[in-house]
């Protein structure tokens, strides 16, 4: 594929505005597909509001703003599209189904994607009657400020569809990373979520605050993380030295395979995070607004550095 695509982005809520807004920035002209008629109606004001925030001028947000086309025919979003990026909700038969239906009114040549977290992206393609041309791309949130992409190749996935979408995603800016095994979570959220588990453990347990593990975190390795991953890290340090730490630590680890009671706890209360005012922690309007101006500052000032 080259030139200028036809880009359809199935959701035009957090993930799916972010997508559309990466490629429409690009040149492409991106139709944003939604069942519910209300995430239509807002999507372009979301998207001047994500330009906004990442310091793009009028001019440039409103050459992007015209690349952008709100659909609420699935059918007619896809018809001549070159690539479709599914941003549904994460329910493995609500996005089964959704595809089933692009694949009904997409060409033939149009290559599939699912973005998702942790769902396997073979439980979501494999009732397709043309399975290679169907893969994961697992963006970021949020999507149109965060560099990586993971690409999951399916047991089916053409090698040249695959090359053809990570070429695609560097082409917009993106960091394409290929995951070569369809696992659960991919690499990304792997990593992350055996940080969130022993997190949650270290809170559980009254061995700190909440507020305690994000500092710890923020004040100390995850400042080197953008630079120096943990493999990197661990060679840095000496695989030797690695080895003896581990020796020590691991058996104390949390290595639960269900999630913590706590956790399961605080859903139950319906401390459900910033959404309802407290989770780990309580949240006030004004905290909220404040971690996400902060997210949004530091990854524009993080871009620049490393350029």
């Known amino acids: 594929m080259t030139g200028k695509l036809n880009i359809t982005v199935l959701g035009a809520g957090l993930m799916g505005h972010g997508i559309a807004l990466t490629f429409a920035r690009a040149g492409h002209g991106v139709t944003v597909y939604d069942a519910f008629p209300a995430g239509l109606e807002v999507l372009k004001d979301r998207v001047a509001a994500s330009l906004t925030a990442m310091g793009i001028d009028d001019r440039e947000s409103a050459e992007t703003l015209t690349r952008i086309t709100p659909e609420a ?19 493995p038969d609500l996005k089964r189904a959704l595809f089933k239906e692009v694949e009904a009114s997409a060409p033939e040549t149009c290559i599939l994607a699912s973005n998702t977290s942790v769902i396997p992206i073979t439980t979501i393609m494999s009732d397709l009657r043309n399975k290679g041309r169907a893969l994961g791309t697992h963006w970021w949130n949020p999507p149109h400020m965060i560099p990586l992409v ?25 960091t394409p990373v290929r995951v070569e095994k369809d696992v659960a979570g991919f690499i990304g959220n792997r990593l992350q979520h055996a ?3 022993e997190a949650i453990y270290l809170v559980e347990s009254g061995v ?6 994000d500092q710890v975190v923020n004040a100390s390795f995850g400042r080197r993380l953008s630079v120096l991953g943990p493999l990197a890290n661990a060679d840095l340090v000496g695989t030797d030295l690695t080895l003896d730490i581990l020796e020590n630590v691991l058996a104390d680890l949390d290595n639960r395979p269900a999630p913590s009671p706590y956790l399961r706890r605080l859903v139950e209360e319906g401390k459900l995070g910033m959404k309802s005012g407290e989770g780990f922690r309580s ?21 620049t550095i490393l350029k």
């Open 73 to 91: 025919d699935l059918a007619v979003a896809v018809k001549n599209a070159a690539v479709v990026f599914e941003a549904a909700p994460e329910k």
């Open 150 to 174: 993971e690409v999951i190749r399916t047991q089916w996935t053409d090698e040249a569809d695959l090359d053809t979408m990570v070429n695609l995603l560097a082409s917009v800016g993106k």
């Open 195 to 197: 940080m969130w588990r």
């Open 208 to 213: 700190c605050t909440a507020e305690a593990v």
């Open 283 to 303: 949240w006030t309007p004004e905290d909220m607004e404040d971690v996400r101006q902060r997210v949004a500052t530091h990854l524009r000032r993080l871009e």
